[in-house]
């Protein structure tokens, strides 16, 4: 077999077309107007081969899931979306459905959400704390159908949410017993014994103290000028000094 009949092969649609014809049915059903107007720009034949194209491959019990999904669904799918609900792992919660399951859980932590749901919660709770529900809600159908798109490329199915176990709490408190210095000493010498610790000793540093510092040395002032004026005027001559005027004349040294 040659490249290019395996390229056919790839591109072959054998969808039966009164399936096609029946889903296209059932979609116009539920949604009427709203489906008109999103496939309006097709003719009846050209929708039926695009149909056979997109749901090729898929079994009666795939084509099953796919219309159960779509009940409950608000907005007419296009026909990829369609497809994606139909395939193994189609059962998903929708955003909106998603949603309302997680308001039901913060009214209720026993209401049942999956894995998904409480992890894109968890993500937009600061916004419905702040700026509420229907800020929220917008931030929470980004988050979760991002999350979904990648569950479903690496071929995970939809897992339900289970709280974490608590560990059982004592609220008995705790009693200390004191025990003697002698049993502490040998309690830790068997600690010791046992982690292989040897004590050693250690050399006490070298203590440093300041210098005193010296005292400072008398000056000697000499005598006083008042109490003693000749020996002030004695100590002035002697040093080279002149004699104050009132001091000279208390001695009677003014010429």
């Not at 540093?205 to 008398?218: D, F, I, R, S």
């Amino acid at each position: 077999m040659s490249n290019i009949q395996l390229f056919e092969q790839a591109f072959a649609v054998n969808f039966p077309v009164e399936a096609a014809e029946m889903v296209l049915d059932r979609i116009s059903g539920l949604y009427g107007a709203e489906f008109s107007k999103k496939y309006s720009g097709d003719t009846d034949a050209e929708l039926i081969q695009r149909t056979c194209t997109v749901l090729n491959g898929l079994t009666p019990a795939d084509i099953t899931r796919g219309i159960k999904r779509m009940n409950s669904e608000e907005f007419c799918p296009t026909l990829p979306r369609f497809r994606s609900w139909c395939e193994q792992g189609g059962d998903w919660w929708t955003a909106d459905m998603a949603w309302a399951k997680a308001m039901q859980y913060e009214a209720d932590p026993q209401t049942k959400i999956t894995k998904l749901t409480k992890r894109a919660l968890d993500e937009v709770r600061f916004v419905l704390n702040n700026e509420g529900q229907k800020a929220a809600h917008f931030a929470f159908k980004d988050i979760y159908q991002d999350y979904q798109v990648r569950a479903k490329a690496l071929g995970r199915v939809q897992e339900w949410y289970e709280e974490l176990a608590q560990l059982p709490t004592n609220d008995k408190a705790e009693s200390h017993e004191p025990v003697s210095n002698q049993d502490a000493q040998q309690a830790l010498k068997n600690l010791q014994q046992k982690l292989n610790v040897r004590n050693r000793h250690v050399e006490k540093p070298q203590e440093l103290k300041p210098t005193p510092k010296a005292a400072p040395v008398a000056q000697e002032l000499g005598p006083d000028p008042f109490d003693n004026p000749e020996a002030y005027a004695e100590m002035c001559r002697r040093d080279g000094v002149l004699v104050p005027r009132n001091i000279a004349a208390l001695v009677g040294d003014i010429a």
